[in-house]
């Protein structure tokens, strides 16, 4: 796997294949054409990245939004092809992260997991990331939210 400046058909791919939980996610919070405009923004700021499988074809879409100085906001889709090589795309995650922390001199970010996401939750816990805070009825649709960060 690979890690690259993501572009829009890089958005379109992941959209169209997008994981159950993620989908969930994004209906709530107004729907595809809604995730697509937040995605198209991040890309036209050149601040996405995407990871590609050894077939070229786009698993993941990641973000990183400054928040305050030195810290940034983290924001990441997947695919369901994501799950063909769990253990690559792991790999790939964290090598993404620490170039996000070279490049930005970010010493913390931080991401919300919905509550419904155990997936997404014990694989942030896997890459360092602890539970800061809860936030309730967080979402448009009332979900509540883990706040996780991971300090470097």
Known sequence: ??????????????????????????TSAGGIS??????????????????????GEAVAFFAAVPVHKGVYEVY???SNKVN?????????VRKLLAAVLEVTEAHKIECVVWKGNETSFKWLRRLGFIVEGFRLQHGPGKESAYLMGRIT
Request: charge should be negative; glycine fraction near 4%; aromatic fraction near 8%.
């Open 1 to 26: 796997m690979t890690h690259d400046v993501a572009t829009m058909e890089d958005v379109d791919q992941i959209l169209a294949d997008l994981r159950e939980k993620d989908l969930e996610a994004i």
């Open 34 to 55: 809604v995730a697509r405009d937040v995605m198209a923004y991040f890309v036209e700021n050149s601040i996405a990245q995407v990871i590609k499988n050894d077939a």
């Open 76 to 78: 990441g889709y997947t």
């Open 84 to 92: 063909r090589n769990p253990f690559g795309f792991h790999r790939r």
